[in-house]
T-cell receptor
Framework: EDKVVQSPLSLVVHEGDTVTLNCSYE??????LLWYKQEKKAPTFLFML????IEKKSGRLSSILDKKELSSILNITATQTGDSAIYLC???????????FGQGTRLTINP | DGGITQSPKYLFRKEGQNVTLSCEQN?????MYWYRQDPGQGLRLIYY???????QKGDIAEGYSVSREKKESFPLTVTSAQKNPTAFYLC????????????FGDGTRLSIL
């Protein structure tokens, strides 16, 4: 059975800190790994990773995939209160065109 | 603006009642999905559809039903057989094909009266 595990489940830091969120997976026929940010309602797409070792970056957020370790990390530098959200990791099973989600990491940034 | 519209935002169900959640998209996406999100948990797939008039069960399809008569619409019915329907329901859509992310609607929160 396909499985995605995120850690930590909850994280509280101060504004300006750097955080690293983890995602590990067990998926048959891996196709891609996706990160989403969910504030109050709709998850919004952040990154899609398909190749190992290639960092994707958007402003203060970056992510990288390690296919050997079956994992990915999401880094956020110089955190702001607006980064407070649930961060969801999902993995796509090749051919199935459906996503398997982890439990999410609830990130709280205190001013 | 293109997007995914879910309605209603909040819904209350009486015992023994079926309720239908609406999901409409104007993104011209072929694939559509329904997820359920419970507190402290990630999203779990209920049903998905790759093309019109075809759909597949996800991981937790029991107590739910769907239809896909039009490309733009993928309504979800929560039947009385679903004994624990209280949750946040999210609809998503995507372009079929490699490396296309799913995009989500704002969700419907369903509660039992």
């Amino acid at each position: 059975e396909d499985k995605v595990v995120q850690s930590p489940l909850s994280l509280v830091v101060h504004e300006g800190d750097t955080v690293t969120l983890n995602c590990s997976y067990e998926v048959t026929n891996f196709r891609s790994l996706l990160w989403y940010k969910q504030e109050k309602k709709a998850p919004t797409f952040l990154f899609m990773l398909t190749s190992s070792g290639i960092e994707k970056k958007s402003g203060r957020l970056s992510s990288i995939l390690d296919k050997k370790e079956l994992s990915s990390i999401l880094n956020i530098t110089a955190t702001q209160t607006g980064d407070s959200a649930i961060y969801l990791c999902a993995v796509e099973n090749q051919g199935a065109q459906k996503l398997v989600f982890g439990q999410g990491t609830r990130l709280t940034i205190n001013p | 603006d293109g997007g995914i519209t879910q309605s209603p935002k909040y819904l209350f169900r009486k015992e023994g009642q079926n309720v239908t959640l609406s999901c409409e998209q104007n993104l011209n996406h072929d694939a559509m999905y329904w997820y359920r999100q419970d507190p402290g948990q990630g999203l779990r797939l209920i049903y998905y559809s790759q093309i019109v008039n075809d759909f597949q069960k996800g991981d937790i399809a029991e107590g739910y039903s769907v239809s896909r008569e039009k490309k733009e619409s993928f309504p979800l019915t929560v039947t009385s057989a679903q004994k624990n329907p209280t949750a946040f329901y999210l609809c998503a859509s995507s372009i079929r094909g490699l490396n296309q992310p799913q995009h989500f609607g704002d969700g419907t929160r369903l509660s039992i009266l």
